[in-house]
């Protein structure tokens, strides 16, 4: 069965950091293009990052550049999302996906492309 599990969301002030990770099961970071898409409440959800499978290229959407950054670690199998300067309107459930090369060429922001999708994590950024 494949999924993928996320960890590392929480609380954090404003200008704080935190790192997500998603740890594919059943597949391997080599295999399919892993990304991360988040949604906040009210708002329609978005694509946050990508990182290709061939390279490990990354993508980022225009508004966050800077301040997050992916990467991965083939040998864990796992994706990170490190998030910076972090500010009340990054807060949101963040859902780490996957998918083939239909994703990869969307990255990081088409949700109808994606293949597999975990269960999230809420990032709360909060004085």
């Known amino acids: 069965q494949l999924q993928l599990v996320e960890s590392g969301g929480g609380l954090v002030q404003p200008g704080g950091s935190l790192r997500l990770s998603c740890t594919p099961s059943g597949f391997t970071v080599e295999t399919y293009t892993v990304g991360w898409f988040r949604q906040a409440p009210g708002k329609e959800r978005e694509g946050v990052s990508c990182?290709?499978?061939?390279?490990?290229?990354?993508y980022y959407a225009d508004s966050l550049k800077g301040r997050f950054t992916i990467s991965r670690d083939v040998a864990k199998n796992t994706v990170y999302l490190q998030m910076n300067n972090l500010k009340p309107e990054d807060t949101a459930v963040y859902y780490c996906?996957?998918?083939?090369?239909?994703?990869?060429?969307?990255?990081?922001?088409?949700?109808?492309?994606?293949?597999?999708w975990g269960k999230g994590t809420l990032v709360t950024v909060s004085s």
């Open positions: 990182i290709s499978n061939d390279d490990g290229t990354p």
């Open positions: 996906v996957a998918g083939d090369l239909k994703y990869l060429g969307s990255c990081p922001g088409d949700a109808s492309a994606v293949d597999y």
